[in-house]
């Protein structure tokens, strides 16, 4: 159960004894699971029993206390685990915190400061405030003090990680330097005490317990004894919720499933052994590409409504309306970092209709849905575009148009809501361009109360639902009034409302809804290594709550503009980045759209990769800000699972655009679109799958001769993370979950990878990337590979063997960002390389939500190989620079080793057939540029890695390890070190 922990066991208080009953009652202290209360305990010579409840699971306990030492077991229901409590021994030598002087004194401390039950919080450490204290420290406490990787922005901020503490160290001290400031700490007076040793806890146990132990403060009750007393924990905390905080304006699109909170149906998730099994999700309503909109007036976006309605964009149709004092429960990977997941409505829904065409086939009627049919029974995709065809979206003030097209129609709708005394009424605005023949939609089930107003349009039952029929050669508006059963007095207050509007007025643009512009700072890199790292700070800080989780970059026309996208929804412009002054200038420019991975300038055009669409943002009135979101291209086909993004989004010559569209976590694919490589026509109208079998492509790389690198993370059927070499001619690429994949699972039916990538290199590679830079020296036109899980860039070394691709990667030494890295792109001006990044799902960098950055090659030697070859009796590597011949030539100074992968349905796989390989000599080229290991064992691989240490002819020792994959073995040639080596 996980309850008590080798490194930190559980401290045994014993609170009462009341040795005529033999009944004992007493705490557990525990780092993982918190606070527990035993009860129904008895304690009977020496043995103690009782139980005790965590996580609503009951646990019985068995023990015998002796010398304050309790050693047992704990049980629930068949598992048994053995335990071990203890009292805390108390020091030989006293502890004496020293003398301070505090910037503020007692007097100068808010009221409740004087009651704070120290001993209460310290002895309470856990793990949920440790978690608490590592966000508290990554928001603001890192910026000064940095951490082990990266240098902090004061360099006389405390190193908690190395250095001894001047004003004690003590918890209770800790404390106070935080709270009244000491030297060039300042008080923080916004965090609560509770937020205070939350953070110290996570100063402790992060940085001083493994890397400065002898500043680690062994707290014990006789330590607790002696702090000051107090009765009071201080303020609340406040919960942090940011997903729900921010505002994303009058509208957000997701997939969403419409529920009443009161009796709609239980969430359920297959259990099991992976791949999980289909749910029976058939009678689910589903809005898969859901633009939810807020109806209420007021600020804050959809988030802090009490009303809203959803539109499929799918099928068209809207799916229905709500009202509560929330929005959504927000479960989601990227919107409150739970897995396997979707955001269901919260609330009372007034009215819903089917999951299927919004309205009826203009050629015959009926509402029969033709799209394509998944396993478990459920439909995806959008309609044919003949039949029913979403255009986009504007946004003007709190108003929100829908534009579509039905048949020979275009429509444009309106959603809203008015009081009819005291009750909701839901309303739809059409107006219908003259329609060739009778336009049919539905509007809720029947039994709930609907009216219309406007010419041409009647209401009808028909097969359990209300329906909007409309007839007319003539352009027209129609309003639809929706209120839930047993509504009174609807007809009433229709007829005295008055004439629907035109909705064309809001098709040309309205005042901005972020006229703001932030400014942040250039923080320039350190320049004394191989590339220097500037941050481009984002601004953390913004009127809307952005957590600022950067996912794409491009640049407009004018270099020093770029756009980045978010996975929030956001789209940002900033200005200066080229300027000289260090200054930057942000406008959010776009919102609300549903989770953006991708973007792409074309012709001043800014596309986005969205996970329902290709947004291609238009500003209808030259003030800066998307008025109409027009979809580009809506052909995907999206389901409820979370892990299906879209990622990436470049552009060849023609204009044709390309992205990735991920795989179902640990299940099997429903749709066609799963794990595949996308191909979207410069028009925008056609999708055409060029590559299948992928299980998390994170990002597309085009090649200079026109094919592709995706790359893929490690998993189900999936050994190691890859690098896929990609000619676009529909291969398979090895996920046996994907759609309608190979019989044969053996590696003989996929496509290799041109290398996989262990975990020691990199946990979660992103994009890559070719160096079109002369500014890059020596690297200027290699392949860089991001790594999301490590936040660093790797130099990919490809070679080509026959047709067959393979190679190996390396890092670029002292390159660490502070999220993981997502994409890049070189500046054309400065020949600069700018990249964002971001923290969502799994990576080791989670020091920021999200971060911009610019890095910058600083003309030192390359320490790294540039080139890789894998001949049949060795591997070359070149350098850049001539290396000293006599210790390059030493073959203790390398090591290779090599090992396969087994690749199956199971998570990842072991190290098989590991051997170190013998070097038989070490071989310099007349040039001193290209280094041999003679290898007599060598031999096609899964993986090999290469350690070395060499020396340039200037005396630069060089250190590091390449990482390769070999498919097959060039042919021997030693041309290159004929001369050299005799």
């Known amino acids: 159960m996980g309850l008590y922990h080798p490194s930190k066991r559980p401290a045994f208080r014993n609170a009462d004894t009341k040795k005529g009953e033999f009944i004992v009652s007493g705490t557990l202290f525990s780092f993982e699971e918190g606070e527990i209360s035993l009860q129904n305990t008895a304690f009977d010579g020496g043995q103690l029993t009782g139980s005790f409840t965590v996580r609503g699971?009951?646990?019985?306990?068995?023990?015998?206390?002796?010398?304050?030492?309790?050693?047992?077991?704990?049980?629930?229901?068949?598992?048994?685990?053995?335990?071990?409590?203890?009292?805390?021994?108390?020091?030989?030598?006293?502890?004496?915190?020293?003398?301070?002087?505090?910037?503020?004194?007692?007097?100068?401390?808010?009221?409740?400061?004087?009651?704070?039950?120290?001993?209460?919080?310290?002895?309470?450490?856990?793990?949920?405030?440790?978690?608490?204290?590592?966000?508290?420290?990554?928001?603001?406490?890192?910026?000064?003090?940095?951490?082990?990787?990266?240098?902090?922005?004061?360099?006389?901020?405390?190193?908690?990680?190395?250095?001894?503490?001047?004003?004690?160290?003590?918890?209770?001290?800790?404390?106070?330097?935080?709270?009244?400031?000491?030297?060039?700490?300042?008080?923080?007076?916004?965090?609560?005490?509770?937020?205070?040793?939350?953070?110290?806890?996570?100063?402790?146990?992060?940085?001083?317990?493994?890397?400065?132990?002898?500043?680690?403060?062994?707290?014990?009750?006789?330590?607790?004894?002696?702090?000051?007393?107090?009765?009071?924990?201080?303020?609340?905390?406040?919960?942090?919720?940011?997903?729900?905080?921010?505002?994303?304006?009058?509208?957000?699109?997701?997939?969403?499933?419409?529920?009443?909170?009161?009796?709609?149906?239980?969430?359920?998730?297959?259990?099991?052994r992976a791949p999980y099994a289909d749910e029976d999700y058939r009678k689910n309503n589903f809005a898969y590409k859901g633009i939810a909109v807020r109806l209420d007036p007021g600020a804050g976006g959809v988030s802090a409504g009490k009303a809203w309605m959803i539109v499929d964009h799918d099928v068209m149709r809207v799916a229905g309306g709500w009202t509560g004092d929330g929005f959504i429960d927000w479960e989601g990977i990227l919107l409150n970092d739970k897995h396997e997941t979707y955001p269901r409505t919260i609330g009372q829904l007034h009215f819903e209709t089917p999951v299927g065409p919004g309205w009826a086939n203009p050629s015959t009627g009926s509402f029969e849905d033709p799209r394509f049919t998944a396993r478990d029974g459920r439909q995806f995709g959008p309609l044919p575009k003949q039949w029913a065809n979403y255009k986009g979206l504007y946004h003007h003030g709190n108003t929100v148009i829908i534009a579509y097209s039905v048949g020979r129609a275009t429509l444009l709708e309106k959603p809203g809501l008015e009081n009819a005394n005291g009750q909701p009424v839901f309303t739809r605005t059409l107006t219908i361009s003259p329609a060739q023949q009778v336009l049919k939609t539905r509007v809720a089930r029947a039994g709930t109360q609907v009216a219309v107003t406007g010419k041409g349009a009647s209401l009808k039952e028909e097969n359990g639902y209300v329906v909007l029929h409309i007839s007319g050669s003539v352009k027209t508006t129609v309003k639809l009034f929706i209120a839930k059963p047993g509504s009174e007095n609807l007809a009433d207050f229709v007829a005295h409302a008055p004439k629907p509007e035109s909705l064309e007025k809001y098709t040309h643009g309205g005042k901005p809804h972020y006229p703001q512009t932030l400014h942040t700072t250039i923080a320039r890199g350190n320049e004394e290594g191989l590339f220097a790292v500037d941050q481009l700070t984002p601004p953390y800080e913004n009127p809307w709550k952005s957590r600022m989780k950067l996912s794409g970059i491009d640049f407009m026309k004018n270099p020093s503009v770029a756009v980045l996208c978010t996975t929030d929804g956001d789209v940002w412009k900033v200005t200066g980045l080229t300027n000289a002054t260090g200054k930057l200038n942000w406008k959010r420019i776009a919102s609300g759209l549903f989770q953006p991975l991708g973007i792409k300038v074309l012709n001043e055009k800014i596309y986005i990769t969205c996970r329902d669409q290709l947004v291609l943002l238009r500003d209808l009135n030259g003030d800066g800000e998307t008025d109409y979101y027009e979809?580009?291209?809506?052909?995907?086909?999206?389901?409820?699972?979370?892990?299906?993004?879209?990622?990436?989004?470049?552009?060849?010559?023609?204009?044709?655009?390309?992205?990735?569209?991920?795989?179902?976590?640990?299940?099997?694919?429903?749709?066609?679109?799963?794990?595949?490589?996308?191909?979207?026509?410069?028009?925008?109208?056609?999708?055409?799958?060029?590559?299948?079998?992928?299980?998390?492509?994170?990002?597309?790389?085009?090649?200079?001769?026109?094919?592709?690198?995706?790359?893929?993370?490690?998993?189900?059927?999936?050994?190691?993370?890859?690098?896929?070499?990609?000619?676009?001619?529909?291969?398979?690429?090895?996920?046996?979950?994907?759609?309608?994949?190979?019989?044969?699972?053996?590696?003989?039916?996929?496509?290799?990878?041109?290398?996989?990538?262990?975990?020691?290199?990199?946990?979660?590679?992103?994009?890559?990337?070719?160096?079109?830079?002369?500014?890059?020296?020596?690297?200027?036109?290699?392949?860089?590979?991001?790594?999301?899980?490590?936040?660093?860039?790797?130099?990919?070394?490809?070679?080509?063997?026959?047709?067959?691709?393979?190679?190996?990667?390396?890092?670029?030494?002292?390159?660490?960002?502070?999220?993981?890295?997502?994409?890049?792109?070189?500046?054309?001006?400065?020949?600069?390389?700018?990249?964002?990044?971001?923290?969502?799902?799994?990576?080791?960098?989670?020091?920021?939500?999200?971060?911009?950055?610019?890095?910058?090659?600083?003309?030192?030697?390359?320490?790294?190989?540039?080139?890789?070859?894998?001949?049949?009796?060795?591997?070359?590597?070149?350098?850049?620079?001539?290396?000293?011949?006599?210790?390059?030539?030493?073959?203790?100074?390398?090591?290779?080793?090599?090992?396969?992968?087994?690749?199956?349905?199971?998570?990842?796989?072991?190290?098989?057939?590991?051997?170190?390989?013998?070097?038989?000599?070490?071989?310099?080229?007349?040039?001193?540029?290209?280094?041999?290991?003679?290898?007599?064992?060598?031999?096609?691989?899964?993986?090999?890695?290469?350690?070395?240490?060499?020396?340039?002819?200037?005396?630069?020792?060089?250190?590091?390890?390449?990482?390769?994959?070999?498919?097959?073995?060039?042919?021997?040639?030693?041309?290159?070190?004929?001369?050299?080596?005799?």
């Not at 990266?150 to 003590?170: C, N, R, T, V």
């Not at 052909?635 to 892990?643: G, I, L, N, S």
């Open 631 to 982: 979809s580009f291209n809506h052909d995907h086909q999206v389901t409820d699972h979370f892990h299906e993004f879209a990622m990436g989004l470049q552009a060849d010559k023609q204009g044709n655009l390309y992205y990735a569209k991920s795989g179902r976590h640990a299940r099997e694919a429903l749709t066609p679109q799963h794990g595949t490589l996308l191909k979207v026509s410069k028009d925008g109208a056609a999708t055409q799958i060029l590559a299948t079998g992928f299980r998390a492509a994170n990002g597309v790389c085009i090649n200079p001769d026109g094919s592709f690198i995706v790359t893929d993370q490690q998993g189900y059927w999936n050994p190691m993370n890859r690098v896929n070499w990609v000619d676009g001619k529909q291969k398979f690429y090895g996920n046996m979950w994907g759609y309608n994949p190979p019989k044969d699972s053996t590696k003989a039916a996929m496509e290799q990878p041109l290398v996989w990538i262990d975990m020691e290199f990199d946990r979660s590679p992103s994009e890559l990337l070719w160096v079109d830079s002369k500014k890059w020296g020596p690297l200027n036109g290699g392949l860089l590979s991001f790594s999301y899980g490590y936040g660093k860039v790797q130099l990919v070394l490809p070679e080509d063997v026959n047709g067959q691709k393979q190679g190996g990667v390396i890092d670029l030494p002292g390159v660490k960002f502070r999220t993981g890295v997502m994409r890049g792109r070189f500046n054309p001006a400065d020949g600069q390389l700018y990249a964002c990044g971001m923290s969502a799902w799994g990576t080791s960098q989670t020091i920021k939500g999200g971060d911009f950055y610019r890095l910058r090659y600083t003309g030192r030697p390359v320490p790294v190989p540039t080139r890789l070859s894998a001949e049949k009796d060795g591997v070359a590597l070149t350098f850049a620079t001539e290396l000293a011949g006599q210790s390059t030539r030493n073959p203790a100074h390398f090591t290779v080793q090599s090992w396969d992968l087994k690749r199956s349905r199971k998570y990842g796989s072991d190290r098989y057939n590991t051997q170190t390989l013998t070097i038989a000599d070490v071989r310099i080229s007349r040039d001193k540029k290209t280094v041999k290991l003679m290898l007599p064992d060598i031999k096609p691989t899964d993986v090999m890695t290469i350690a070395y240490t060499v020396t340039d002819a200037k005396g630069h020792t060089f250190t590091g390890k390449v990482q390769n994959t070999i498919h097959t073995l060039r042919k021997t040639s030693n041309q290159l070190f004929a001369v050299a080596n005799q």
């Open 57 to 272: 699971v009951a646990y019985q306990l068995a023990a015998e206390m002796n010398e304050g030492k309790l050693t047992g077991s704990v049980s629930s229901g068949n598992k048994r685990v053995t335990m071990v409590a203890k009292r805390i021994a108390e020091p030989a030598e006293t502890y004496t915190p020293p003398n301070v002087a505090y910037i503020l004194s007692d007097n100068d401390l808010i009221g409740f400061e004087r009651n704070i039950d120290h001993a209460g919080l310290i002895e309470r450490f856990n793990r949920e405030g440790y978690t608490r204290g590592e966000r508290i420290y990554n928001d603001g406490c890192i910026n000064c003090h940095g951490n082990q990787e990266i240098e902090g922005s004061i360099p006389m901020a405390h190193k908690f990680w190395l250095q001894q503490f001047k004003a004690g160290y003590d918890p209770f001290s800790l404390y106070q330097t935080i709270t009244k400031g000491h030297g060039s700490m300042p008080p923080q007076m916004t965090l609560t005490p509770q937020e205070k040793y939350d953070v110290i806890s996570y100063i402790r146990e992060n940085f001083i317990r493994e890397t400065n132990h002898s500043q680690y403060f062994t707290v014990t009750p006789g330590y607790l004894a002696k702090l000051p007393a107090g009765t009071s924990k201080g303020p609340a905390v406040k919960p942090y919720h940011p997903w729900s905080a921010m505002d994303y304006g009058n509208f957000f699109i997701n997939t969403y499933e419409l529920a009443d909170s009161a009796t709609g149906p239980k969430r359920f998730h297959s259990p099991g």
